[in-house]
């Protein structure tokens, strides 16, 4: 199972964050057009998971053939996106926004489907690792994939005797990459088959009124994904730019730290299972929120190279640990019969959030410049912080004025 989804991250977090963006430069679209296209496949995102959860896909199904479907969903987008070399130029758009749905809805898919597997395949007393693993097979197959992709268009290149300004050899890259991670579906189909039973013909079962529909546990969550979510999409959008625009670093110094960052987060995101067995989920999340608050006030509040790549290269590992404790425990505060509907939930925040940064980032720079909006990635973490709290705390005096005898 993690083979399948190394091989997943490698290409959706890595040789496509790297090398798609180039195809598509290259193809004409300019840093404009990227952009949208970009903002447009979050878009599709967030609008799968959310229909994917709402609509209870992956309990019609058992989880295990859900994430098979979803991966090889994704493995036909990787294979057709290179086709968009060879689509007349009226076609192109139309031809690549299909592979982006096509796309968005297997990671949709997979991912929400993926979240309540973990659960069904671990222990109470491994949950954590099993939540660290996901998250550190992501970080990896995302180093894996940057660094790859980068080789593979060179070599690509030479074999084709074209210099990196065409398209041709960032094709060649992405076809090769889809297909040697064709395997990916078949080796999830091979994982034990844990979760829920497919529902029945005619529907699930009405709920028992202890298990209706968790309306204050899926908002409050929304809510703590979505402003905990908002330092990364900021650092992901925008740090790059900031230190090219701002501090004049070289593109292969803002590559090291990149990589940096993402190699520093692998170990650190697997400790976050030691921790969360240490001092629980929630003491985890808590403090790796501040931590990220707090690791974002060097790039917030000091105008120099230094401070921008301490956050850089600090900020991914933090993030992702509470990243991992925070979806163990939104899993966590559902019955199985709504952690379908919870992650597609949360991954629709998430996605929102990167879609916020996206469009309102750009305006806040040229009106109020870099600070306001590293700032507001700060506050962003404190305010889920109190707001996770207050949830925690008010449930908590729910549950013992429920125990108290009439």
Do not use: K
């Amino acid at each position: 199972m993690l083979g399948a989804d190394l091989m997943i991250a490698t290409t959706v977090f890595g040789v496509q964050s790297a090398v798609m963006n180039l195809f598509l430069l290259r193809l004409g679209y300019g840093v404009a057009g990227v952009g949208r296209m970009h903002a447009i496949s979050v878009v599709m995102y967030a609008a799968c998971a959310v229909a994917v959860g709402a609509g209870g896909l992956p309990l019609r199904m058992r989880p295990r053939a859900a994430m098979a479907l979803g991966a090889a969903l994704g493995q036909a987008s990787n294979l057709l996106v290179p086709l968009a070399l060879f689509a007349p130029p009226a076609a192109r758009t139309p031809f690549i926004m299909v592979t982006l749905l096509i796309r968005s809805l297997g990671l949709g898919l997979y991912t929400v489907a993926l979240q309540p597997y973990l659960m069904a395949a671990s222990t109470p007393s491994t949950h954590g690792r099993a939540y660290a693993a996901w998250a550190a097979t992501g970080m990896g197959g995302g180093l894996i994939g940057s660094l790859g992709g980068g080789f593979l268009s060179a070599a690509a290149a030479d074999l084709l005797r074209l210099t990196q300004q065409h398209a041709e050899p960032f094709a060649l890259t992405l076809a090769l990459v889809g297909v040697l991670t064709m395997p990916a579906p078949a080796l999830i189909s091979r994982a034990a088959d844990v979760g829920p039973q497919p529902a029945a013909r005619g529907g699930q079962p009405a709920p028992s009124p202890a298990d209706r529909v968790p309306v204050a546990a899926i908002a409050v969550m929304f809510v703590v994904m979505w402003l905990r979510v908002t330092p990364g999409a900021i650092m992901y959008t925008y740090g790059s730019v900031f230190l090219d625009q701002t501090q004049g670093a070289a593109s292969q110094e803002i590559g090291t730290a990149w990589s940096a960052s993402m190699a520093l987060a692998i170990p650190l995101v697997l400790a976050s299972a030691e921790l969360i067995r240490r001092f629980g989920a929630d003491r985890t999340l808590i403090g790796s929120m501040a931590a990220v608050a707090l690791v974002m006030l060097p790039i917030a509040l000091f105008d120099s190279r230094l401070g921008a790549l301490i956050t850089l290269v600090g900020f991914n590992g933090l993030t992702h640990i509470a990243r991992t404790a925070l979806v163990l425990t939104a899993m966590s505060s559902v019955s199985a019969r709504w952690r379908t509907t919870m992650a597609g939930v949360t991954e629709t925040a998430a996605a929102l959030a990167f879609i916020a940064a996206g469009f309102g980032g750009g305006p806040a720079i040229d009106a109020w410049g870099y600070d306001p909006i590293f700032i507001a990635g700060c506050a962003g973490c404190v305010l889920a912080i109190v707001i996770y709290r207050l949830y925690r705390r008010t449930a908590a005096s729910q549950e013992r004025s429920s125990a108290v005898p009439a």
